[in-house]
C-alpha cells in the first residue's frame, strides 16, 4: 500500500519526534542535571543507556529492524527498504517523488506502459535472459541451467518476426529489437508489444546507466554491424511513437561488432567485437559515452559469433551462436565453457544495476 501525502508528512514528524526524544536523553545523560543520573548507567523510560560515550544507543531509531548503519531510511518505518529511483535513499526520505501510476514498482518516466500494473513485467532478480532469433530463455546465475520461456509472441502485423538482441534497464523492463522495429517484453511469458520502427538496422543493443549521458533514467543504445554506438530515444508524435537515433561515436577504426554489448552501474560497459572485421571474438571494454574501444580484455578462444553477452560482477557469460555458453573472468580474461546447447544464441540481456547475490 502507499503512502500519501499525509501519511508521508505524518511518518515524518513521527521521526522528528523520536529523534527529538533521543536527542533529549542524550542531554540528560551527557549532565548531571537529573538526580538519578549516574555514570554508571542510567534507565530512561525503559531504555537502558548504559555508560555513555557519545555514540547513538537506537541503532535502530525507527525500529524497522534495518540498522541506522545501512538503512537507507533513517528515522522513517521502512522495513522493505524501497528505493524505486535506486539512488540510495529510501523512498519515504527521498524528496523527490516519483509518480507510479500502477504501482509495478517501474517510475512512470521509465515504464512503457504507466497505466497498467499488468504490463510489461519484470525480470527476476540474479538472473540473466538469452534468447534465440524467435525463442526467450533465462538462466539462474548460481546453477547456469537454462530454462525455455516460450516463444516470442509477436503482435499481429509484425513484418520480420525476428527478435536480433535484448537489454534491461535498472526496473528490470526488457526492451528488444528487430531488424525492423523496437519492442517491449514481457520476460514471463515473452509477449511482445511492438514500441516504434527503427530508422537504420542493428545488430546489437544495450541500456547505459543513467547520468553517463547526463540523464536521470537508462539510455537504449544499439550498435550497428560497423561498430556505431547509436543512442535511440522513443519520441511521441501525434499517436505514434519514434525512434530517433544520434551517433554517439563507434569502436573506433580496428574494431566491428560480433553482436552484443552490456553496461552495468559499477562494473562497465563491454562488448564482443572482431577485430578488422575478421577471425575469432574479442572481449572489449567501452567508453559507454563515446563507444570506443577502451581495453582488450581477450580473446574469446575459437568463438566468432558470440552475439550474446551478460554481465556480472567480476564476470561475463557469452553465447555462441554455435550453441555453447562460457564465462569470462574479466580480471585474467580466462574463459572457461560451461553448457553446450542446441540452441542458435542471437542475444543475452542482464540488468544494469546488480541485484545482491
Known sequence: MGVDGFGFRALRGGARLLRAGWEQRRDWARSDTRSDASSDGVDFDGIDIGDYDGADPYEDLDFDEILDAVDNCRG?????????????????CDDETIADTDNDTVPDPNDPFPADPARPGLVNANTVYAHTSNELFYLGIKQLEVHRIGAFRFPGGTIDSRMTDIAVDRYGVMWGIGYQDVFVINPNNAEV???????????GLTLIPRGVLGTERDILVGISV??????????????????QTSLLGNYGSTWTSSGDAFSIEGVGT???VKRGGFGSDELVKIDPATG?????VGALGSY????????????????DAGGDIFEIDLATGTLVAKKSTNYAWWGAGVKTILDAE
Open 304 to 319: 566468432a559469433q558470440v552475439w550474446g553477452l551478460a554481465g556480472w560482477a567480476n564476470r561475463v557469460y557469452g553465447f
Open 76 to 92: 522513517i518505518f521502512n522495513p522493505n527498504q524501497a528505493d524505486t529511483d535506486r539512488d540510495g535513499i529510501g523512498d519515504l
Open 193 to 203: 508489444w511492438r514500441m516504434a520502427a527503427l530508422p537504420q538496422e542493428f545488430n
Open 270 to 272: 563491454y562488448a564482443s
Open 292 to 296: 570506443l574501444v577502451t581495453g582488450v
Open 226 to 243: 560497423a561498430g556505431g554506438w547509436w543512442r535511440l530515444d522513443l519520441v511521441q508524435n501525434g499517436a505514434t511513437s519514434q525512434v
